[in-house]
């Protein structure tokens, strides 16, 4: 039997011919991966290990982006810990503020990710890098610890999912719909500890921002990773951004899958998860009128350029609703400046949003937006369980650049193709 995408980059890194779902192997890493939130707890446990250096300074990167700029004692306590920690080591790859970035956007965009490469981060989001077609997949901070130490971590080889994307989708239909339907379709377990695979001919209608959005997301359907076949548009990115040497793998035709789904773009609609898992999803036809008070554009899974200027487009001689909240959250100081340069960062602030340095922020609760008792958020972020932004009484929805875009502008969950 053949092996999948993501079981040959294993095999490579593990030294193996082949390997199979359910083996458990030690495979070398090429990066791992910490922010100000993880880290601090994988410095205690690398402590313990008894080394005095990392494996590779040149293979460790830590992006403080959660509660950064330092919004109390304690962030910045954290994230002098961290400071102290990469100075001692000589840790390359340590981006202090106004270097700084959301880590998952930033890491491709210094090309510190390209194909074939295996990835380990302390933040469960680290699987968007699969949008590149390596194999990254979140860890705890003792595995991080591990990793800066040995080089190696241990994996239980997962089984795959194959989702084969056909067609082209419509005008406002994004990487974050697709995803979003994806789940709704599969539920919050649907792909638990396994590889989701996207394949067909649908992936060349969508761009990096794209898959890095539809990758982000594989762990809330419970996926170990996601990942996309290396094609010209991987190939111009990683040229453009990194000096690192790609490794293209394909999937074998006799691979294994647990299940195969067909989605066909053209017919998907955008869509809205509600309250409180990403799952109970609406298409927008369905969520209409929903009121909101607070709309959020960025975070790891959509604060990159494209998603700015998707909002951007809608909100160009707008103005938001009365009494509303939009914050717009580019996701590194590269693509901030992108939206001075481009005029973007005039049409949010014109249209009466904040627009915000480079940051988690409210995504986690952590700041920059969170919520009180009773409100609602209409966030392009990853999550909406309860309490996810604040008051465990408030509510977020989950969407598009454009849905929120529409949205800020009307004071309720709103198609964008509405607004003229």
Known sequence: MGMTMTQKILAAHAGLESVKAGQLIEANLDLVLG????????????????????????????????FTPNKDIKSAEHCKCVREFANEKEIENYFEV?????????????GLAVPGDVIIGADSHTCTYGALGAFSTGVG??????GMARGVAWFKVPSALKFVLKNKPAKFVSGKDIILHIIGMIGVDGALYKSMEFVGDGIKYLSMDDRFTIANMAIE???KNGIFPVDEKTLEYVKEHSKKTPVVFEADDDAEYDEV???????????????????????????????????????????????????????????????MRAIILPG?????????????????V???????????????????????????????????????????????????PAVAAASAITGEITDPEDIK
């Not at 106004?98 to 210094?110: D, F, K, N």
């Not at 901070?141 to 591990?146: C, E």
């Open 35 to 66: 922010n100000d939130v993880t880290t601090p707890v994988a410095i205690t446990e690398f402590n313990k290990i008894g080394v005095n250096k990392v494996f590779d300074k040149n293979k460790v990167a830590i992006v403080p982006d959660h």
């Open 98 to 110: 106004g270097q700084m970035g959301i880590e998952h956007c930033l890491i491709p965009e210094a």
């Open 141 to 146: 901070s003792t595995d991080m610890a591990v």
């Open 221 to 223: 359907a419970g996926g």
């Open 261 to 323: 789904y067909e989605i066909d773009l053209a017919t998907l609609r955008s869509t809205v998860a509600f309250p409180h898992l990403p799952e109970n999803t609406k298409t927008i036809d369905e969520a209409k009128g929903v009121k909101i008070d607070q709309v959020v554009i960025g975070s790891c899974t959509n604060g990159r350029i494209g998603d700015m200027r998707a909002a951007a487009e809608i909100l160009k001689g707008k103005k938001i609703a009365p009494n």
């Open 332 to 348: 590194t100081q590269k693509i901030w400046l992108e939206c001075v340069e481009e005029g973007l960062a005039k049409i949010f």
């Open 350 to 400: 014109e249209a009466g949003c904040v627009f915000s340095t480079p940051t988690c922020g409210p995504c986690l609760g952590g700041h920059m937006g969170i919520l009180a008792k009773g409100e609602r958020s209409l966030s392009t972020t990853n999550r909406n369980f309860i309490g996810r932004m604040g008051h465990p009484e408030s509510e977020v929805y989950l969407c598009s």
